[in-house]
């Protein structure tokens, strides 16, 4: 545990199983592909970089940041490239490998975005999901996660946490003045 945590809400050893899972999906479903999978940056490092690894098929992996949230622990409501693909999405199979599908927000601005680039398809896997958006539905999807803010496994608060290896939540104490 750590000082700042509230509570475990998923271990390593469930994130672990649930990863293998999805990682076992993926590979069924992309039999004949060859899918770019696309980690945002930074949140999704540590998800992604397992989750490759549970892909039994030959890949291809490019990296993306947005900005959306800043230091705040509430969305800012803009979402900006930060940095953008090396690799022309033209009639590709993309998977984009994200931490948290929140407000939704930063999924249908990077959906829009990457669509644009004419892949041959395009699909979402989300480590967590806290709220259910209807214009974003994810194929693959880790956890429900409740409403609380969680650090760990690549979530951060201000940059930090992000190395736990679960997913706790931050005490409130931390994030709020
Ligand atoms: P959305 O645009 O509101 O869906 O927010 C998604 C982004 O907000 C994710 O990429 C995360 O970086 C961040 N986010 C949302 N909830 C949390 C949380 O509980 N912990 C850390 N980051 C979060
Ligand atoms: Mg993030």
Known sequence: MHPH??????SAEEIAKRVSEIGAQITADYMNSRPLMICILRGASIF??????AVELPID???MAVSSYGKAAHSSGVVRI????????IDRD???VEDVLD????????SSNLSARNP???EIATLLLKNPSPAITPKYIGFDCPNEFVVGYGLDYAERYRNLPFIGALKREIYTV
């Open 5 to 10: 945590i509230d509570h475990v809400i998923f």
């Open 48 to 53: 992604m970089a397992d989750l490759v690894r």
């Open 61 to 63: 992996i490019d990296f």
């Open 82 to 89: 930060v940095k953008d693909l090396d690799t022309p999405l």
């Open 94 to 96: 993309v998977i984009i």
């Open 103 to 110: 407000s939704g927000l930063t999924l249908k601005y990077l």
């Open 120 to 122: 041959r398809s395009i």
